[in-house]
């Protein structure tokens, strides 16, 4: 399996093994893509791996070698390496909008219509509810 992931865009997917890695990662930015031997320098992925294939569907990789480790950010700010055959593949969608809600708290009205025209000023789509 070779996923065609690109460095910076976000994503979000079904792993393949729930009980280990969470069901969902959802909304990560996809920071960097390697092999195993550069993965092990930034975490011991070849513990992870042997704890996680079991939970695999017959046919994945036996050995982390070879293997392509992705890193992501996950929403909480979160490094997590996971590896290709980790990933449902099924399932991965590249997100590009996202729907977020800001709480602005003590602002005056100076402030809210700063706000709103620094919005305005991104282009981005907004509604501001007092």
């Known amino acids: 399996m070779s996923l065609e992931l690109q460095i910076g865009s976000t994503y979000t997917f079904n792993t393949l093994a729930p ?4 069901a969902v990662i959802k909304n990560a930015i996809l920071d960097m893509s390697c092999r195993f031997d550069v993965a092990m320098k930034f975490e011991n992925v070849a ?4 704890q996680i294939y079991p939970a695999l569907p017959p046919g994945a990789p036996p050995s982390p070698n070879g293997v392509i ?6 929403e909480s700010g979160e490094k997590i390496f996971i590896a290709e055959p980790w990933i ?28 709103r025209d620094a919005l305005s000023h ?9």
Do not use: M, P, Q
């Not at 449902?88 to 009205?109: E, G, K, R």
């Not at 991104?122 to 007092?130: E, N, Q, R």
């Open 88 to 115: 449902d593949d099924s399932s991965l969608v590249a997100i590009t909008n996202l729907n977020f809600t800001i709480h602005v708290v003590n602002a005056t009205i100076v402030d809210r219509a700063n706000v």
């Open 69 to 74: 480790f992705h890193r992501f950010t996950s």
């Open 122 to 130: 991104l282009g981005v789509s907004f509604t501001i509810v007092d």
């Open 47 to 50: 513990i992870k791996y042997e």
């Open 19 to 22: 009980a280990l890695l969470g």
